[in-house]
């Protein structure tokens, strides 16, 4: 009789302890969670259901979800969500306590088949695959190589490659900024919506080599920044920047430019 209560303490023992040791733990993890857990912000949830919910990526973030704790942050913008409507995005604007961000988005060159080229591109793929060759086709190190890498990325069908350089259609595009994102050169631009002139170059060099690699690149005379009424337009690094607060759109830089490289978005005249 004794060896069996020997033997039943024996098992009985341990399973009581672990059972208690687990109990204990228990206890502490779920203190632990309560007192260490990281908080989501109520925003988060609400504006996930503002979002268009098509979780494309087109704004760089993991889904919905993740572009919208993006915003809660401030690591992104409301205009990065091309398919959200226009009164969601406000709504999104107002629970964030921000205005409404409303852009145009530009390709800052015109150089495209006036641009000379460096080699005969005979690869396979895009513009993002020429660039990994020698800087890419052109002899522009920072020109569009209009080999459609934004053509292949924006999901509204709203670029085109007219005349070697990338064109977009701003009736199509939606502003979800993947183009500018995608564009190995950085020459697709997002401007305010208030903006009516923009500079069509994105070269830093000297007149002299810009205009031996490209005859329609801004050659930094500054003729447009000195024959500004408004003060609107100073020159850093040999090429023209635009304070589109100041600008009234007299459209004398545009007159004044002899390179012809300030463009007016008006005209729709984003290449010849």
Same mark, same amino acid.
């Given at each position: %009789?004794l060896?069996? %209560?020997s033997v039943?303490?024996?098992i009985?023992?341990?399973v009581?302890?672990?059972t208690?040791?687990?109990?204990?733990?228990?206890?502490?993890i779920a203190?632990c969670?309560?007192k260490?857990?990281?908080k989501r912000? #109520?925003?988060v949830?609400?504006?996930t259901?503002?979002?268009?919910g $098509?979780?494309?990526?087109?704004?760089?973030?993991?889904?919905?979800?993740?572009?919208a704790?993006?915003?809660v /942050?401030?690591?992104a913008?409301v205009?990065n969500c091309g398919?959200?409507s226009?009164?969601?995005?406000?709504?999104? $604007?107002? &629970?964030?306590?921000?205005?409404?961000?409303e852009i145009?988005?530009?390709?800052?060159?015109r150089g495209g088949?006036k641009c000379?080229?460096?080699?005969?591109?005979?690869?396979?793929g895009?513009?993002a695959?020429?660039e990994?060759l020698?800087?890419?086709?052109?002899?522009?190190a920072t020109?569009? %190589?209009?080999?459609?890498?934004c053509v292949?990325?924006?999901p509204?069908?709203?670029?085109?490659?007219v005349?070697?350089?990338?064109?977009?259609d701003?009736e199509?595009c939606?502003?979800?900024?993947?183009?500018?994102?995608?564009?190995p /050169?950085?020459t697709?631009?997002?401007?305010?919506? =208030?903006?009516?002139y923009?500079?069509?170059? =994105?070269?830093?060099?000297?007149?002299?080599?810009?205009r031996?690699?490209?005859?329609?690149?801004? &050659?930094?005379c500054?003729?447009c920044s000195k024959?500004?009424?408004?003060g609107a337009?100073r %020159? #850093?690094?040999n090429l023209?920047v635009f304070?589109?607060?100041?600008?009234v759109?007299?459209?004398?830089?545009?007159?004044?430019?002899?390179s012809?490289?300030?463009?007016?978005?008006k =005209?729709e005249?984003?290449a010849?």
């Open positions: %009789m060896l069996e %209560m039943a303490l024996q009985i023992l341990p009581v302890l672990l208690a040791l687990a109990a204990v733990f228990a206890v502490l203190v969670s309560e260490f857990a990281v912000d #109520e925003r949830e609400e504006i259901s503002l979002l268009a $098509a979780n494309c990526g087109g704004c760089g973030y993991p889904g919905c979800d993740g572009f704790e993006a915003l /942050k401030g690591e913008e205009g398919p959200t226009k009164e969601n995005k406000a709504k999104i $604007a107002g &629970i964030l306590g921000v205005t409404p961000e145009v988005i530009v390709n800052a060159c088949n000379k080229e460096k080699y005969d591109y005979q690869g396979y895009d513009c695959s020429a990994l020698a800087g890419g086709t052109k002899l522009c020109g569009c %190589m209009g080999l459609g890498k292949s990325e924006c509204e069908y709203a670029v085109n490659i005349d070697g350089v990338a064109v977009v701003r199509k939606v502003q979800c900024s993947r183009c500018v994102r995608f564009c /050169k950085h697709l631009k997002r401007l305010p919506k =208030s903006a009516v923009y500079v069509a170059c =994105s070269n830093p060099a000297r007149g002299k080599e810009v031996d690699a490209c005859e329609a690149g801004c &050659i930094g500054g003729l024959n500004c009424p408004e337009i %020159m #850093e690094n023209p304070d589109y607060d100041k600008c759109a007299c459209g004398v830089c545009a007159e004044k430019c002899p012809k490289c300030i463009l007016s978005l =005209s005249k984003t010849e």
